[in-house]
């Protein structure tokens, strides 16, 4: 597979973006958290656009399941 | 008036001579066994079509027609009726609860002779297909004809036929299965349609009403009127509206069916004062699923007996068609002796691949419309929200990718390019139509293709002698070509069709002396930028599977099925 996702340090201020994650969720109920993060996906996906890079992060986070879960 | 085809009732004539061998025998009366039979007899091959009842569709079942069904019924002498009595539409509408989310123009561009779709109820269809058989007298139409036995051998088929007057034997060099979803044929053979069933239940209720819904497509997801389901609205002619009502899997089917249930679910949508009268209701679910193979021998599977889909994208009916406008040729090809047994294989192999792609586009939106689970679901609902502010989720709202039809790129039967062209024209694609003039008269690309080979030569070139030399002879081949010659606009001389906008230039990148040779279904299989008859030759003979040995040197073996 050609490496297209960039899994190096991308990221000025790392610990301000995990604040910003955090808090936007910091009120929410299950439910709510779950839409936000299923429509934060959608945008960022959009964004990034190129379904081969996409297709990479799903394998990454998939193969960290450990098996649990089934495709 | 109208004929009332819901009504209508066939007879059963005992015809004379009943048995015996016959070419093409036709099994299943209904759009696509219809569409088949009327093909092969409007170009000469005397077919039997046998049918089980003595009526047509019972209900409006399919409703949207799209262009390309409706192109291949001009060619089969009955579009014009289909599409003076449709109702046109190009524009659906997308809503999320209480607001519209997105909308789309199925037919932005002009210059086509037919619309994106009509509505139109499959028993008009059925009928309109029907009087056009009657008018060929190549066609026999067997009613109240049930096909009971099969045996294969070597050089036919023998079918045996149930009749009010006993049974009797019909042997057929080919036989098309076009019975239907619970095809009997497919069972006879011991063969099944393998693929997934989708865990959800719909209500379709057609109501007869006067109402100032323009003529779209809506469709909503979870509106207030029914919570948590999706429904959808289509207009039919005859002031009927079709209402689709996504129910659950948990919903008891005949329960729902009962009018007690059904109009508060009616009024719930339309408001308590409308008045409206229940004209047809059903309840169904659906799978996505096709046989393996298309193609048994000598008997060759079509229409919902060979795939099956879900109605969301209207491309069961539209792809059974196309599936009748793939076949129909090649088995008059192979009876008429001017192509090999083996051409039949492609038929198996361009529509296999169609129900493929329309499978693959009917999954997807039904995953979108009956989400599997938590987050299937999750995330339909997060493309809602964001579809109504965001641009980009609109692309993501699934409601049924409407029926297009497909393009045989890897077909053998192509010649590939030997020289560049522009423009969304490949071969192995359906012609695209364009608006020409003949004689001042408006007319178009399609109406003047078809049923044979044809070439259409763009003309203004040097080598418009060297082309008007070949059509004779290439007409007097035996797969003979018909050349349509169109000149640019103001430029035709006798006997030529101009090219009265451009538009058949700009879709097919016709520069002067380029030729493009469309098989008799209108598929595009070779073009040139420089006429040579004896590629043209060549062309043909590949199209026509002629030469298939030498493009392909193994022949494919036919899978094994388990019953």
Redesign the interface.
Same mark, same amino acid.
């Given at each position: 597979m050609s490496a297209k996702l960039n899994v190096e340090p991308n990221m000025a201020d790392p610990d301000a973006f995990y604040a910003l994650l955090v808090d936007a969720h910091q009120d929410l109920d299950e439910e709510a958290s779950s839409m936000l993060n299923a429509q934060l996906i959608l945008l960022l996906s959009n964004h990034i656009g190129d379904l081969d890079v996409l297709r990479e992060a799903l394998a990454i986070a998939h193969g960290n399941m450990n098996g649990e879960v089934q495709v | 008036m109208d004929t009332d085809y819901q009504r209508r009732v066939f007879d059963y004539t005992s015809a004379t001579a009943r048995g015996g061998r016959h070419p093409v025998v036709v099994v299943g009366a209904g759009p696509v066994g219809l569409a088949t039979a009327v093909d092969l007899a409007q170009n000469g091959v005397p077919t039997v079509l046998l049918d089980d009842d003595d009526r047509l569709a019972h209900g409006s079942r399919a409703i949207c027609f799209s262009k390309r069904t409706l192109e291949i019924f001009d060619r089969l002498g009955c579009g014009e009726r289909m599409a003076a009595k449709g109702v046109r539409w190009h524009v659906g509408r997308v809503f999320h609860r209480d607001q519209e989310v997105y909308s789309f123009d199925l037919l932005p561009e002009t210059g086509h002779a037919r619309p994106a779709f009509v509505n139109l109820q499959q028993y008009y269809v059925e009928g309109y297909l029907h009087e056009r058989a009657q008018q060929l007298p190549q066609l026999d139409l067997r009613w109240r004809s049930k096909v009971t036995g099969l045996a294969r051998h070597a050089g036919h088929v023998a079918l045996t036929v149930n009749t009010p007057d006993g049974d009797y034997v019909l042997e057929a060099a080919y036989v098309v299965a076009a019975d239907g979803g619970k095809s009997t044929m497919r069972a006879m053979l011991g063969l099944e349609s393998h693929g997934r069933t989708f865990r959800d239940r719909f209500l379709i209720a057609d109501v007869r009403m006067t109402a100032d819904f323009p003529a779209e497509r809506w469709f909503w997801f979870d509106p207030p009127f029914h919570p948590g389901q999706s429904v959808l609205l289509h207009r039919q002619p005859d002031n009927l509206w079709r209402i689709d009502f996504q129910l659950g899997w948990d919903a008891d089917p005949e329960l729902e069916k009962s009018p007690e249930r059904v109009i508060p679910r009616i009024q719930a949508l339309l408001g308590p004062d409308a008045r409206f009268e229940l004209e047809w209701v059903s309840v169904y679910t659906f799978r996505c699923l096709r046989m393996n193979a298309f193609r048994h021998g000598r008997v060759l599977f079509a229409g919902d007996a060979a795939h099956g889909v879900s109605p969301f994208g209207a491309r069961g009916a539209n792809s059974g068609v196309q599936d009748a406008d793939n076949l129909a040729w090649k088995l008059r090809l192979v009876v008429e002796g001017k192509a090999p047994d083996s051409l039949l294989d492609t038929y198996a192999r361009e529509r296999e691949a169609a129900a493929d792609e329309n499978i693959l586009h009917s999954t997807r939106a039904t995953d979108f419309i009956t989400p599997k689970g938590a987050a299937s679901r999750?995330?339909r609902? +997060?493309?809602l *929200? %964001?579809a109504r502010d *965001?641009p980009? +989720?609109r692309r %993501?709202v699934n409601s049924g990718r409407l029926s297009t039809p497909s393009i045989y790129a890897d077909s053998v039967l192509n010649t590939p390019d030997s020289a560049h062209f522009e423009g969304a024209m490949h071969p192995g694609a359906p012609a695209t139509d364009a608006p020409l003039a003949q004689d001042g008269r408006p007319d178009w690309l399609l109406r003047q293709t078809g049923n044979g080979f044809t070439g259409v030569y763009a003309a203004g070139s040097g080598h418009d002698a060297k082309v008007f030399a070949a059509m004779a002879a290439l007409a007097g081949d035996a797969i003979p070509v018909r050349i349509v010659v169109v000149a640019p606009a103001g430029q035709g001389g006798p006997g030529m069709l101009e090219d009265s906008v451009g538009l058949f230039a700009a879709r097919y990148d016709a520069a002067p002396g380029s030729l493009y040779l469309l098989r008799p279904d209108q598929h595009l299989c070779a073009r040139w930028r420089v006429f040579d008859v004896e590629a043209v030759r060549a062309a043909v003979a590949r199209a026509s599977g002629n030469d298939l040995t030498a493009a392909e040197p193994t022949r494919r073996q036919q899978p094994m099925e388990h019953a």
């Open positions: - | 999750l995330f609902d +997060a493309v *929200q %964001l *965001q980009f +989720a %993501l």
